[in-house]
């Protein structure tokens, strides 16, 4: 829905927020585009809704969907799109009143959260290995 509508929401993701203080599960995957909620707020673009779900969970972070598309990914294409769009504007704010500095923060976010979200499955593999080992 959020999607569909550009990025508006209403209530500013009160419910979403809620959802997520209740468990619902960030990591599910659309079926039809393998997109998990936060790579829908991404695309959107809804830079508060993506750092609502960032803020419950960060573990799909490192999740793709299924044209190999990743957080980062996405990203970056906001920021390219941004770029173009309002190169000649000063505010250099997009439609949802986000600026593309604010877009810039979430990425250098994001890639240290992927970097943190990798070493901990490093750690874990490596722990379940020396387990079986022994």
Do not use: Y
């Not at 599910?28 to 508060?48: H, I, S, V």
């Not at 996405?74 to 769009?85: A, C, P």
Request: with cysteine; hydrophobic share 35%; proline share 1%.
């Amino acid at each position: 829905m959020v999607r569909r509508k550009k990025g508006d929401c209403p209530d500013k993701g009160s419910r979403i927020a809620a959802l997520l203080d209740a468990g619902a599960c960030t990591t599910f995957r659309d079926d039809e585009e393998g997109n998990t909620c936060l790579l829908m707020f991404l695309q959107a673009p809804n830079l508060l809704l993506a750092k609502t779900v960032l803020q419950h969970d960060s573990l799909s972070v490192s999740i793709s969907n299924n044209e190999g598309k990743n957080c980062v990914d996405i990203i970056e294409e906001n920021v390219r799109s941004q770029d173009r769009t309002f190169r000649f504007r000063t505010e250099r704010m997009n439609q949802n009143g986000t600026s593309i500095q604010e877009w810039k923060e979430l990425l250098e976010e994001i890639k240290r959260e992927q970097e943190h979200v990798k070493l901990k499955m490093e750690e874990k593999n490596a722990a379940r290995t020396l387990a079986n080992d022994e």
